[in-house]
């Protein structure tokens, strides 16, 4: 498997089909492998902190989300060829699983949030079994009763939308403990699938300006976006030696 490291982090050059199929050889293994799907704003938070450096780096497979990362990639000299969003990414392979009657247990996002994503993906993917969901909002000394549920149903792909870094750090924290296939970080992944957030439009995808459009109809979110021309800038500084 061929990796790009860009700013730190070793990205796995593959488009979404090669992932898909990687995924599914994961959940078959059965060993709770887990994947990060680091956008601009991840790659730039794991230069500072060490505990989400760490998750990302011990990641099973790592998937370039967001367009940033792609340009970073080619400043540097070694291109990455796909950009793969994360939600992209577990749509094709939750598809995929419902040719099969695989296991999903969704974990994050506010209470009822889940139970919702969960409806409409079994609408969406009739073969899928939805097997479990919690939500997001847990104290740390309840996390052992959350193992237990998830466990409980031996679920095949845990989609944990806990937003980063917890969500990356949860997953490599928790992956000895889990009888499950494989982990997904997805963010706010859940609150797409119940509806309750709008994805951007599929032209605005295609152009990589879905962080345009979410800053558009979320304001609040500047502080945020202001950050991200940061990696490019970092990537440039790095490749003129800096």
Known sequence: MNRIDVLGVEFDDMDIVEAVELAMGFMDERRCAYAVTPNPEIVLASRKNRKLASAVRAADMVLADGVGVIYASRIL???????????????ALMARMSECGKKVFLLGAKPGVAELAGERLSERYPGLDICGVNDGYF????????????NAQSPDLVLVCLG?????????????????????????????????????????????LEWLYRLIREPRRIKRMIKL????????????GG
């Open 164 to 208: 980063a870094p917890k969500q990356e750090i949860w997953m490599k924290n928790n992956a000895e403990l889990l009888n499950a296939g494989l982990m997904i970080g997805l963010g706010g992944a859940l609150d797409v699938y119940a509806g309750v957030v709008e994805r951007a439009p599929r032209k605005w995808r295609k152009l990589g």
């Open 77 to 91: 000299g070694t291109p990455i060829k796909n950009r793969i969003p994360g939600i992209d990414f577990a749509s």
């Open 229 to 240: 021309p940061g990696i490019l800038f970092a990537a440039l500084w790095r490749r003129i």
């Open 139 to 150: 104290e740390e000394e309840d996390n052992e009763l959350v193992l237990e549920k998830i």
